[in-house]
């Protein structure tokens, strides 16, 4: 797909459908857009009123111009209230009319969306994500090749000439989004600690990062004992995945992002029952997914910051050789650990991993994982949990996700729950009672950071969606890749 950023008006432009954005309850056609309808004959003021279109974010229309018009569809999207505008109306805007447009059989759209004057690079590359996310579609595990969908060939942003390195970082953005799609779309029988090593070799070598992996072997040597433990039931060997980012000249600091990578989890011997989502358990890799495609935009991006990109990858299975529930498992840094539940594993694998990445000597951690049921049920599907000792950190993540348009909700680290995972045996247990399940769990990754600011992101609910909405279709999100980018990127 190609955009192009002009600076043409709506009223000169000619194609296949023109899109026009508007605010609800302002969508009375005046100025330019009276003098539009009136070239349209009357077209769009019909539009408007047999849809009964009022503006609402997400809503859209579109019906066919006259013959002899230099358009032929024209397209109304909604923006929702004009104050409440965020850069993310631009997105849901910008992807209801890529999808109409797509849908119409349209090669190709402008869009005449209203621009935010102070930041038109904020809004070109908001929409050229909205558009981007909204159009794609994974077609990789379909035996038939023909109807791929995909008519929309050329997108023209009206009135944003100028844009053109916003709509380029946007794509590079979007690359990241997309691989992390893909690697947690596919199943556990595509995606393994095996091909999920590829996969990173794969970053490495295009884009020149340099890449460390840690077989068996060498991490016996480091002692995750933890990581291990977990790896024990699988045929596959794991694989510790370790991507460096180096910018040219002095890294103005130097990140840490570290993703559980559960290729499948079956729960282990705590085998996860019928009706617990098991079927769903490819999903368990979503972190390290979105860990892979931030390192894919940030080696586009080339920032002047050092980014360490870390998974700990296995599977959780069940074999003779399993961790048994009660055995003790000792990590890298010496802590014990009496495995209560094996179906607890993420934080496990996590534990070691972020040992690791303390180890690199970095000015901040972030971990991402599909961490823990309690997270969904405290915060819905739709929003990630947070939590971190560190206000500046845990601020940062936050007006990241803001500009991402991805909901995060900062949780507690109550460290009185830290009683639930006492042990009578060893340093602590890795799961505690049922109440407040998310927060124990990220009070357990806690012992394994001593001093580096570090956030832990719970986002079990959001990395996958059941249902269309904005520019999200049915399937893998893609979270958080934009807003671990935005976090690289930012000032602070
Ligand atoms: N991978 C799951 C968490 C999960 C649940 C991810 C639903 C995505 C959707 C995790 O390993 C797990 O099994 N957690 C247990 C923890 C419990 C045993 C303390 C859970 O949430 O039930
Ligand atoms: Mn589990
Ligand atoms: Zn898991």
């Given amino acids: 797909m190609d955009f192009r950023a002009i600076e043409l008006s709506f009223l000169d432009w000619s194609g ?38 009022k503006g609402k974010d997400g809503s859209s229309a579109v019906t066919r111009v006259g013959t002899g018009s230099p358009i032929r569809k024209i397209i109304v999207v909604g923006l929702g209230k004009a104050d409440a505008l965020k850069l993310d109306s631009w997105r849901r805007a910008a992807a209801a009319a890529a999808r109409l447009a797509n849908k119409e059989k349209c090669k190709t759209l402008a869009l005449a969306l209203p621009v935010w004057h102070e930041a038109p690079d904020a809004t070109a590359e908001a929409i050229v994500e909205g558009v981007e996310l909204a159009l794609y579609q ?43 799609r893909q690697l947690v779309a596919a199943p556990a029988n595509s995606v393994t600690p095996v091909t999920m090593a590829e996969a990173a070799q794969a970053i490495a070598s295009e884009h020149g990062l340099e890449i460390e992996i ?12 933890a990581f291990l433990g ?5 045929d596959l060997p794991p694989k510790f995945l370790h991507l460096t980012y180096k910018p040219e000249g002095t890294p103005r600091r130097k990140l840490a992002i570290v993703g559980k990578g559960l290729t499948f989890d079956s729960g282990g011997l705590n085998i996860k029952v019928a009706g617990s989502g098991v079927e769903m358990m490819k999903v368990d890799m979503a972190g390290a997914g979105a860990t892979l ?8 991006l080339k920032p002047d910051v050092e980014v360490h990109f870390i998974s700990a990858v296995t599977e959780n299975m069940i074999s003779g050789h399993a961790m048994r529930p009660g055995d003790i498992l000792t990590a890298s840094n010496g802590k014990t650990i009496e495995i209560n539940n094996t179906d607890a594993e993420g934080r496990l694998t996590l534990a070691d991993a972020l040992v690791f990445a303390e180890k690199l000597g970095v000015d901040a951690i ?36 803001e500009m991402a348009g991805e909901k995060f909700w900062r949780m507690p680290l109550e460290e009185k729950y830290f009683e639930g995972l006492k042990s009578p045996l060893a340093d602590m247990k890795n799961t505690g009672p049922r ?19 570090w956030v832990h992101l719970d986002i079990a609910g959001p990395v996958w969606t059941d249902k269309e909405s904005g520019y999200n279709s049915v399937g893998a999100t893609g979270f958080p890749v934009r807003t671990l980018v935005n976090w690289v990127l930012g000032d602070a």
Avoid at 142 to 159: C, P, Y
Avoid at 372 to 394: K, M, N, Q, R
């Fill in 138 to 180: 994974d077609n990789r595990f379909k035996s038939e090749t023909e109807n791929k969908g995909l008519k929309l060939e050329q997108i023209d942003l009206l009135g944003l000439a100028g844009t053109e390195a916003s709509i380029t970082r946007a794509q590079q953005i979007c690359a990241g989004v997309m691989l992390a």
């Fill in 214 to 225: 840690l077989e068996r072997e060498a991490c016996e040597e480091l002692g995750m004992g």
């Fill in 16 to 53: 296949d459908a023109l899109a026009i954005g508007l605010f609800e309850d302002a969508v009375e056609l005046t100025g330019n857009l009276a003098q539009l309808d009136e070239k349209l004959a009357g077209t769009l003021k019909e539009l408007i009123e047999e849809s009964e279109f």
């Fill in 230 to 234: 977990v790896a024990l039931a699988s």
């Fill in 366 to 401: 972030v971990d991402l994982a599909t961490l823990t049921g309690a997270c969904i049920i405290a915060l819905g599907d739709d929003i990630a949990g947070l939590w971190s000792p560190d206000d500046t950190v845990a601020n940062q993540l936050l007006k990241a996700s």
């Fill in 293 to 300: 495609g931030a390192a894919k935009a940030i080696a586009l």
């Fill in 435 to 453: 109440p407040g399940g998310s927060i124990t769990a990220a009070l357990f990754l806690k012992q394994f950071v001593k001093e580096t600011p």
